[in-house]
T-cell receptor
């Protein structure tokens, strides 16, 4: 079983839509959680960390559900520029290993 | 500005050649990592290092070698033993785990 699993998509949504991605992780000892954004042929860039209480950054909201071992990313009022692949990343609490999901592709269309 | 620099951006390798990808960071991060990404795939860990002069194999280390002689530098050599080296190679560094990774801009390696 993979450490981190994501729906690969693609999610095709119109501009202005709200879209949500989930990511499940297998190790209950996981302590740090992140969402990264990766544009085509570029390196991943940190979008936001995910805190236990949930956190929001503008149109983006991240939540953690430890009981069910998943994290989520909600994007409101989607923009064309949000089109990218979103990677879920989980860490066991030290910098030994960060586990990456294979990414969820989002296409925002006019 | 602090950051992590990979070079070259594009690299072409002939069959049977070894090539070395450079990764340098000035973030004062202790941990450094090499990942490989194939089209439409997730990142796979090749090697990682937490301190100078020490490194560990990741999930797909065969056909690769690394060194960590300086904190700032973590070069990756793709040897002729790596049978399918064409991929996007990403170097990353990390300090305190809660802040996640910082990635370099990647090296795209193609076998010709």
């Amino acid at each position: 079983r993979k450490e981190v699993e994501q729906d690969p998509g693609p999610f095709n949504v119109p501009e202005g839509a709200t879209v949500a991605f989930n990511c499940t992780y297998s190790n209950s000892a996981s302590q740090s959680f992140f969402w990264y954004r990766q544009d085509c042929r570029k390196e991943p860039k940190l979008l936001m960390s995910v805190y236990s209480s949930g956190n929001e950054d503008g149109r983006f909201t991240a939540q953690l559900n430890r009981a069910s071992q998943y994290i989520s990313l909600l994007i409101r009022d989607s923009k064309l520029s949000d089109s990218a692949t979103y990677l879920c990343v989980v860490n066991l609490g030290n910098f030994n290993k960060f586990y990456f999901g294979s990414g969820t592709k989002l296409n925002v269309k006019p | 500005d602090g950051g992590i620099t990979q070079s070259p951006k594009y690299l072409f390798r002939k069959e049977g050649q070894n090539v070395t990808l450079s990764c340098e960071q000035n973030l004062n991060h202790d941990a450094m990592y090499w990942y490989r990404q194939d089209p439409g795939q997730g990142l796979r860990l090749i090697y990682y290092s937490h301190i100078v002069n020490d490194f560990q194999k990741g999930d797909i280390a065969e056909g690769y070698s690394v060194s960590r002689e300086k904190k700032e530098s973590f070069p990756l050599t793709v040897t002729s033993a790596q049978k399918n080296p064409t991929a996007f190679y990403l170097c990353a560094s990390a300090g305190v785990s809660n802040y996640g990774y910082t990635f370099g801009s990647g090296t795209r390696l193609t076998v010709v």
